[in-house]
């Protein structure tokens, strides 16, 4: 990577548009999904997105617990995002800290919005993300492998939810952020939505964009999604296709 300047900002963007890692400004990173990666989950799934390795695993619908937040006309869906204490370049403490908390809301009230919930009354949808390997974008990988596990294990939803971050590198709007891109970017926007009506489920922003900026963003965070939800369907494809022998 080359560097700029005594504070070793890496150069983001070549002068002839080129990103840290040789993608343009519209291009996602690889993805590989994996359905159906555990054996004793209801559901899960694996997902590999540039260097971004996470497991995804849901248990459900069964009894709520604590019990105090059972609800007499519809499942919830409790979710935990976690990241491994080797996940990252600097060991990260283990448990859950704010970060993870909020991320574990975001994402959980991102599928309570697609779940037919009031199915199953009283139960909870427990959905569990371990994120292995961060390298920018793990929020959407996770929601990404939790939304196919999801699937795998059979809970009746309105869609699949694809997920993408877009943001602003180098003053250019570019999708799926990496880790320097994170880092040294001007905007991080992350987004995820139902691909048949394009209602966003999952919204959030850190940084500044203007309003021509954020339209531009949000239009290629769209194609991102779609883009993903191909890979998605994809992955359940190959898993059914296989039957069960494609399972770990
Ligand atoms: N990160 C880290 N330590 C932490 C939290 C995050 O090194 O405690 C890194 C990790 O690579 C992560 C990236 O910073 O993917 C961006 O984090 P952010 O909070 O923006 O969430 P994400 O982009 O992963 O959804």
Redesign the pocket.
């Known amino acids: 990577m080359g560097t700029v300047g005594a504070k070793d900002v890496p150069v983001l963007m070549s002068p002839d548009g080129l990103r840290i890692d040789g993608r343009r400004e519209d291009e996602i990173r690889p993805i590989r999904i994996v359905a159906g990666a555990l054996r004793q989950a209801d559901g899960s799934a694996f997902v590999e997105w540039g260097h971004n390795k996470v497991m995804a695993a849901v248990y459900g619908p069964r009894e709520v617990h604590p019990r105090h937040l059972q609800e007499n006309h519809k499942a919830i869906v409790q979710c935990r995002y976690n ?1 491994a204490a080797f996940s ?3 060991r ?1 403490r283990p448990g859950l800290d704010r ?1 993870s908390q909020e991320i574990s809301k975001v994402i959980g009230e991102a599928f309570e919005s697609v779940v037919f919930a009031e199915e199953f009354p009283r139960t909870s949808i427990d959905v569990y993300i371990e994120v292995l390997q ?7 990988a996770g929601l990404v492998a939790a939304s196919v596990a999801l699937a795998d294990a059979g809970i009746p939803m309105v869609d699949l939810l694809p997920a993408v ?1 877009v943001g602003k590198v180098a003053g250019e709007i570019v999708l799926d952020l990496k ?1 320097e891109e ?1 880092n040294y970017g001007e905007a ?1 926007l ?1 987004m995820a939505l139902v691909p048949q009506s394009g209602r966003l489920v999952l919204l959030q922003m850190e940084g500044h964009l203007t309003r021509e900026e954020l339209a531009k963003a949000l239009d290629l965070g769209v194609q991102g999604c779609r883009e993903v939800h191909a890979k998605m369907k994809e992955a359940l494809r190959t898993r059914y296709a296989e039957g069960d022998g494609g399972a770990a």
Request: glycine share 6%; hydrophobic share 30%.
């Open positions: 990241m990252v370049d600097e990260k970060r961060a390298n920018a974008g793990t929020r959407c971050a880790k994170d991080d992350p």
